[in-house]
């Protein structure tokens, strides 16, 4: 059974239609990217599947059920988290929110300390957990925050740009880190991502939002010249390295860096307008999605 | 009188029995407050108490009920505007001119015992009577019991909103709760040490704990018995040696500050040298 199916989904945030006729399923144990301009409503992808906000058309399962909020076989790993730069909380106390974080009143679970121990083990963090996690760097930060999304053995992982802001040897560690969770615990994984290459090793098929549109399967079949310029409704070239990268060129204006903060929906609907508006004009940012030299 | 048969009398006892709810409410709080860098807001929280004191004294009412209601309308008012922290600082610095603005209108309006302004501006707590005793006591343990019921999602909220909203919790009902607490506390705080000085109970024993332990609920038990100590030895300091209790108060919680500081400074060379 799929972990998530959705079947001509639509999102709109205050009014707007962010995407729709969205069709695709996740199935248990893969890896999927999510892909696509800033504002074209991954992060509201997300939020839909973690129920946060509601699907405006067709129909969504998560693990067999209507989308809720509190859901346990769902873990979510937030962009940003207020704590990192300024808490002196340490890396345990913060998975150990993930465990019983949500819970109010007086008393105390005795298994969380044996929970929060195996989280810390199977994400090789538990040499740094009771250091606080300003004095952390941004990798093992991020292996902290995995712990605390993955508490629960969730069958189903939404990663929000885990990539961003790291440097590239941390963006392969957490890469390896990610496909080992997922073959340990065989849960599906989501990643929200601006940049397909570090990931293209273990992702197993791509959603693609842009200009209100999701294109969904395997790298190849999205990550093509016809459907991309198809997509964008513009020609995109596509050219793969020795190495198997690929260059993107053609959407130098439409594939930016990853939000600089926290996205919740005004900002997402704030982006989709943007985006909209620098398709069609110059814009002084351009980015490679996919050139090395963007992350060192 | 020996310091003896001062600290029996009716209103030292008062006072005791005051600070020392006060300050453990006021310890867990600030705890919060230092987390969540909301420190902006209960200083301007305790400004716009000044407001609602002076309007109560000008109405011939106890300033504490004038200061329940404004500080907390400043506080539910900043929990609704300020739900992001981008807007925060701009809607916490509006209230707080606004409501100074007013207080200012109600002192210049109020022709009658200086006093009364006084005591609000840097604490009075000797000399009050049991009924307030009561009122204090009964508030501040009403804010210890709902911080331990919801210490843990307060926690959750402070450092993932996001994540913590993804597992049920609201961030915006949260916060409101705590910006009422944070309200209630500034009222009693301000009963002993004042508008001016809310920050030597709210914000430096919780600075100070910050310091010396990362485990959170450490933290808050450090927090609390620092301004625990402050109060009391503030308290006996007054009655024994003289000067304002607010003042006590303020130097030994500020001392407490330093020192922690002082302390992990060394700490950190030392360990920096055993790593050389």
């Known amino acids: 059974m799929s972990v998530l199916t959705m079947t001509n989904g639509a999102a709109v945030l205050g009014g707007r239609r962010i995407w729709g006729e969205a069709t695709f399923a996740i199935e248990p144990g893969t890896i999927t990217a999510v892909l696509g301009p800033n504002g074209a409503g991954k992060s509201t992808l997300l939020n839909i599947i973690l129920g946060l906000v509601p699907l405006a058309e067709g129909t969504m399962h998560v693990l067999g059920e209507v989308p809720h909020r509190g859901n346990l076989h769902v873990g979510y790993m937030a962009q940003t988290r207020q704590a990192d730069a300024v808490s002196t909380m340490t890396g345990r106390d913060f998975v150990g929110l993930g465990f019983d974080g949500p819970r109010f009143g007086w008393g105390h679970d005795r298994t969380k300390k044996e929970v929060v121990r195996q989280a810390l083990a199977l994400t090789g963090t538990t040499s740094f957990a009771d250091q606080p996690l300003h004095s952390l760097s941004g990798g093992q930060r991020q292996r902290i925050a995995l712990a605390h999304s993955t508490v629960f053995s969730p069958e189903l992982l939404l990663l929000d740009e885990p990539l961003a802001a790291l440097d590239l040897a941390a963006q392969v560690e957490i890469v390896d880190l990610i496909r080992s969770l997922r073959d340990s615990t065989g849960a599906a994984v989501v990643v929200v991502a601006h940049d397909l290459n570090p990931l293209s090793g273990i992702v197993d098929q791509v959603l693609w939002i842009a200009r209100q549109h999701v294109r969904c399967g395997s790298v190849d079949e999205v990550v093509n010249e016809k459907v991309l310029s198809e997509l964008y409704g513009q020609p995109i070239e596509i050219i793969v390295t020795p190495r198997g990268r690929r260059v993107i060129v053609g959407l130098e204006e439409e594939l930016a860096h990853p939000h600089p903060h926290g996205h919740d929906h005004s900002h997402d609907g704030q982006h989709a307008h943007d985006s909209e508006v620098t398709h069609d004009h110059e814009h002084d940012h351009t980015h490679h999605v996919t050139t090395n030299e963007e992350h060192s | 009188m020996s310091v003896h048969t001062l600290l029996a009398t009716p209103f030292v006892q008062h006072a005791f029995y005051a600070v020392t709810a006060v300050a453990l409410a006021a310890g867990v709080v600030g705890y919060f407050v230092v987390l969540r860098r909301q420190a902006f807001a209960a200083h301007a929280i305790g ?191 007054g009655v024994w040696i003289g000067g304002p209790v607010s003042f006590w108060i303020t130097a030994l919680a500020s001392l407490s500050y330093l020192l922690a500081r002082v302390a992990a400074a060394v700490q950190s060379r030392r360990s920096m040298r055993v790593v050389a």
Do not use: K
Request: a neutral charge; charged letters at 5%; proline letters at 3%.
């Open chain 2, 47 to 237: 400004h716009v108490g000044f407001a609602g004191a002076a309007g109560a004294v000008l109405l011939g009412a106890s300033p504490i009920y004038g200061l329940l209601v404004f500080c907390l309308g400043a506080g539910l008012l900043i929990g609704l505007g300020g739900a992001t922290l981008d807007d925060r600082d701009a809607v916490v610095g509006v209230t707080l001119t606004a409501a100074l603005g007013l207080g200012v209108l109600f002192i210049s309006l109020y022709s009658g015992y200086a006093n009364a302004t006084y005591s609000i501006l840097f604490g009075q707590i000797l000399g009050v009577t049991w009924g307030a005793v009561g009122l204090v006591a009964a508030l501040s343990l009403g804010v210890l019991l709902v911080v331990s019921l919801t210490y843990r999602p307060l926690l959750f909220i402070s450092v993932d909103e996001r994540s913590a909203a993804s597992r049920g919790l609201s961030p915006r009902g949260l916060s409101l709760l705590f910006m009422a607490l944070l309200a209630i506390t500034t009222v009693v705080a301000i009963q002993i040490v004042g508008v001016l000085l809310v920050f030597s109970l709210l914000v430096a024993p919780a600075a100070a704990a910050e310091v010396m332990t990362s485990r959170p609920l450490g933290a808050m038990f450090l927090a609390m018995f620092i301004a625990l100590m402050s109060a009391w030895f503030g308290l006996f300091f």
